[in-house]
């Protein structure tokens, strides 16, 4: 496996937080980074080597953006898999162009995970009005109609709860491909934050209990209040992903949890670093940033150990203004992730704390 020494130089697609936290990380390394976004506000440029302000369909610039660096890799699922092609023709793309395809459609992405024995929802899909008539019937009801693609902190999700939530479902998808899953009962939320290197070792971070207001991350707290027994067996799930998409980088491995049964039922996979691994830059031995550099560059993975009891919040919007409190309390690590707009719902900051009060 090809190894990147400290000093090399990282690409990453997309420029949001996720891309400045690994940048901030790289560079303790020595690595420069060199990101590509076509938005020329992106808060990763104001921490970069090397910025690109091109579309992702621009494939001179994306030619020019793949030579300059010894590997790239991606902070977001939707880059288009062309792009991503093109990029992985004139470097190392890690993670690779599999796993993008797979995580960016929710049919494939429940297809794989069944087919790699991990417990999901049960599904089916649609795209008519018929179709989707028939998927009521054979999910039952309650159930949650979700696109296949672009969705995100709840965008393009429907509750099918009676048969007059159909018109509403098709109106939400828009003749898009979807499907139709069935209403998990679960009592909380958990994320399992692990690597993959190059070489293949894997090491899973301490199970996330994660609260979400408004279909948006609010808190995630470690240790989750789950027994040691569905502990260990959500970090084998996600471990057993890694392993069968061949994976290379930090994802994220979404999960619902019944505590009376301790089934866990996988909801879904993000490929890249996750908001509910914020946790792990002051919290763990080695933060979820770092440790994607480590597995991209083929270096050892870093101890994932929690480093006490964890509270991490999302500061959305205009909360970001109000810092000062963050500020007089030595125990919260304030982050600001340098975006000039606080629109509602948008994540501007995250604070944490480590054995704090909270
Ligand atoms: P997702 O975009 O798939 O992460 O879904 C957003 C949120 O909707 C999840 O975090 C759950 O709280 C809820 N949700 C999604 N799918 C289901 C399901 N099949 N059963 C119950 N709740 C769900």
């Known amino acids: 496996m090809t190894q990147i020494a400290p000093g090399g130089t990282i690409g990453i697609l997309g420029g949001g937080q996720l891309g400045r936290m690994l940048a901030l990380a790289a560079a303790n390394f020595g690595y420069r980074c060199h990101i590509f976004c076509p938005d020329k506000g992106s808060p990763a440029f104001q921490v970069a080597t090397d ?21 790239a890799t991606y902070e977001f699922e939707n880059v288009p898999a062309v792009t991503a092609e093109l990029v992985a023709r004139d470097t190392l793309l890690r993670p690779g162009v599999r796993a993008l395809k797979i995580t960016q459609d929710r ?17 089916v899909a649609f795209q008519s009005a018929d179709e989707l008539k028939a998927a009521i019937k054979e999910i039952g009801r309650p159930a949650v109609a979700k696109t296949r693609r672009f969705g995100y902190d709840g965008k393009g999700q429907v509750m099918v709860k009676s048969r007059s939530d159909i018109d509403r479902v098709l109106e939400v998808t828009g003749g898009q491909p979807a499907i139709l899953e069935g209403f998990v009962t679960f009592d909380r939320e958990v994320s399992v934050v692990v690597a993959r290197s190059a070489s293949g070792d894997v090491a899973a971070f301490p199970v996330g209990e994660n609260v979400h207001t408004n279909h948006i991350l609010d808190t995630t707290t470690v240790p989750a209040k789950i027994s040691d027994m569905v502990e260990a067996r959500a970090k084998v799930k996600a471990t057993r992903v890694a392993n069968a998409l061949e994976y290379v980088g930090v994802m994220a491995v979404e999960m619902f949890v019944h505590d009376g049964s301790g089934e866990i039922v996988v909801n879904e996979i993000a490929p890249r670093v996750h908001n509910s691994g914020h946790w792990t830059i002051e919290g763990a031995e080695t933060s979820q940033f770092e ?31 109000e810092f000062e409190p963050y500020l007089e309390d030595p125990k919260a690590h304030f982050h600001h992730y340098g975006k000039q707009d606080p629109r509602p719902g948008r994540k501007m900051g995250h604070v944490t704390w480590v054995n704090g009060n909270e």
Do not use: W
């Open 291 to 321: 440790q994607h550099i480590r597995a991209i560059c083929d270096l050892p993975l870093g101890a994932t150990d929690a480093r006490g009891s964890i509270l991490m919040k999302n500061l959305l919007g205009e909360e970001i203004l």
């Open 107 to 123: 049919l494939l992405e429940k297809e794989f995970l069944n087919a790699s024995g991990v417990k999901t929802a049960p599904y």
């Open 51 to 71: 910025v690109t302000v091109a579309d992702y369909e621009d494939e001179e610039a994306l030619e020019a953006f793949a030579r300059s660096v010894d590997v």
